[in-house]
């Protein structure tokens, strides 16, 4: 696992980088085409923001001084029609450092279908981050019956599948669509990283 993520930070910087300062505006407006298949969309948020990795974030990324850069973090809410559900999207497009035309989604662990923190630090690599919340908490920790259980007794399918792929898989599109829509061209590559 470490020598794949070595080698996909080694050879990051392999393909025309987007120079840094030369995407449209962090503004809700140069996203706000973006589209979901069978969803409603609310309104998206879209600002800069100055984010710094922390020291050491796991063991699966090599230990660096702190890292600041400007993202332009992007908060998609959606709905899948008739699941009653609300799921956030977080997507962090690199602005202070040259994108390196790559995606990679982040996951959680535990019962968190991914993390907010996770986000940065493949930032300040030049990587489009993006995580989702699975349309519940993002703490590992929390209680699963919280969602889960519709009632208190029967178990509710369409949160637990947007816990179990959905979502993930919706978080892709998602982050695919705000890359194409911020920097105007695709990705040349996209990868997945779960937490253990």
Known sequence: MLNTLSAMLLFANAHSPIVAGSALPCVHDTISSIALHSTHI???????????????????????????????????????????????????????????????????????TGQIAGLVLPATKGFVSVATDGGHSTSPLAPAADWVLAAKVNINWNLLNDFASVALDDAAILGKEAVAAFYGSRSNKIYFFKAV
């Open 42 to 112: 609310r309104p998206i948020s879209a600002s800069m923001a100055n984010v710094t990795a922390p020291k050491t974030m796991a063991n699966f990324w090599p230990i660096e001084t702190p890292i600041s850069v400007q993202v332009c973090n992007a908060t998609v809410q959606y709905t899948h029609l008739g699941w009653n559900d609300t799921i956030n999207t977080f997507v962090h497009l690199p602005v202070s450092v040259d994108w390196n035309v790559r995606l990679l989604g982040t996951g959680g662990s535990g019962w968190a």
